[in-house]
């Protein structure tokens, strides 16, 4: 009898205040590691998280980023904690913030996916096009003419010009 109040030590730090029943239940106990593996986890990235922003060689962009993220994880932290505490989040301030970060990521994500978006290369497509149609064109100002438009254009802007200046006297 005296073994069955004895405490089942399998190393969770929450152990010693359980009662034997739910020491003893397998299920439990996996909810419990696996929760104290994730704690582990965001406690290391949180110090890999401080240890980048004090050294402070990161660009604009990546302290946006990193700051957005350590705000992400406080209020992760923070909301875990109320949980625990079995207090109602659905109306406290926490979810603003969650739902405020969520928004900054998905934003941030969005400008990234923009700027890793192929750009068409107009002057290349443009020598594509005129070495596909067997046609010689110019670059006239930005504008693909052919030859023969490109030498009549020639041939008549000295006559336009003078249109312009003598004419209208």
Do not use: W
């Not at 405490?7 to 397998?26: F, H, I, K, M, S």
């Not at 010689?136 to 490109?150: A, C, H, I, K, Q």
């Amino acid at each position: 009898m005296a073994e069955e109040n004895q405490a089942v030590d399998n190393g969770l730090p929450c152990n010693a205040y359980l009662d034997t029943r739910l020491q003893e239940d397998e299920s439990m106990q996996r909810i419990l590691e696996t929760f104290y593996s994730s704690i582990e986890l965001l406690e290391a990235d949180t110090e890999k998280a401080l240890a980048l922003q004090a050294e402070r060689r990161l660009n604009t962009n990546e302290q946006i980023k990193l700051d957005t993220y350590l705000v992400y994880l406080n209020s992760t932290l923070f909301f875990i904690y109320l949980k625990l505490l079995g207090e109602d989040v659905s109306n406290h301030v926490v979810m603003h913030d969650l739902r405020r970060t969520r928004d900054l990521l998905a934003r941030d994500k969005e400008i990234n996916e923009a700027l890793a978006a192929p750009r068409l290369d107009m002057p290349a497509a443009k020598r594509f096009i005129a070495a596909g149609t067997h046609t010689r064109f110019v670059d006239m100002n930005g504008v693909m003419v052919t030859v023969e438009l490109y030498n009549k254009s020639k041939e008549e802007a000295p006559n336009n010009l003078y249109h312009q200046v003598f004419i209208r006297e």
